[in-house]
């Protein structure tokens, strides 16, 4: 992986380097090389907010914040996940705010701030199951689908209905081709 990243940085490929800076960042956190994983992520959010890619930054401010709590480094962690939800936000990322509200919630819990910890907890599963009832609304008035079951959350928002839709099974049409 690093012969491509030399080979990218070769013809300036800086969107193509900064991913790769990410994917290296990963294989040195699962490695258990935490500072070579943090190098790598800082240098991703760099070259990411050089060419202006919110979500990669977004994405490698997460890593990277996930990185310095594992060193107990709590202060930028809260730093760059506190960052994640608002640029999470901007592009339209429920996922990532879900899940940026949800570390920053663990954060506050592992320091003994519960109260801060469960008002972000409730606010990431309000992004949840906004999320939830945007995808699995039927599309169309012609959908005759019928709900399975009835999924309720008190973290729904007020009137939202979240239901969950089974098609039927529907087995392909298989074609054997004829010599």
């Given at each position: 992986m690093s012969y491509q990243l030399r080979n990218l940085r070769q013809i300036h490929d800086e969107l193509g380097i900064a991913g790769t800076l990410n994917r290296l960042g990963m294989i040195e956190q699962d490695r258990g090389n935490l500072s070579q994983a943090e190098a790598r992520y800082r240098e991703a959010v760099q070259v990411f907010t050089k060419i202006g890619e919110p979500s990669g930054v977004a994405f490698s401010q997460y890593q990277l914040g996930a990185i310095l709590e594992d060193q107990g480094n709590f202060a930028e962690a809260a730093?760059?996940?506190?960052?994640?939800?608002?640029t999470r936000t901007a592009i339209g990322d429920r996922r990532g705010k879900f899940?940026?509200?949800?570390?920053?919630?663990?954060?506050?819990?592992?320091?003994?701030?519960?109260?801060?910890?469960?008002?972000?907890?409730?606010?990431?599963?309000?992004?949840?199951?906004?999320?939830?009832?945007?995808?699995?609304?039927?599309?169309?008035?012609?959908?005759?689908?019928?709900?399975?079951?009835?999924?309720?959350?008190?973290?729904?928002?007020?009137?939202?209905?979240?239901?969950?839709?089974?098609?039927?099974?529907?087995?392909?049409?298989?074609?054997?081709?004829?010599?």
């Open positions: 730093r760059l996940f506190d960052q994640s939800p608002q899940l940026s509200l949800t570390q920053l919630g663990r954060l506050q819990q592992l320091q003994g701030n519960f109260r801060e910890a469960l008002e972000l907890y409730t606010a990431a599963n309000r992004e949840m199951a906004g999320l939830l009832y945007l995808l699995q609304v039927p599309q169309t008035p012609r959908d005759q689908r019928r709900p399975s079951r009835l999924v309720t959350s008190p973290a729904a928002p007020a009137g939202v209905r979240v239901e969950v839709f089974k098609k039927p099974h529907q087995p392909l049409p298989m074609r054997i081709p004829r010599e």
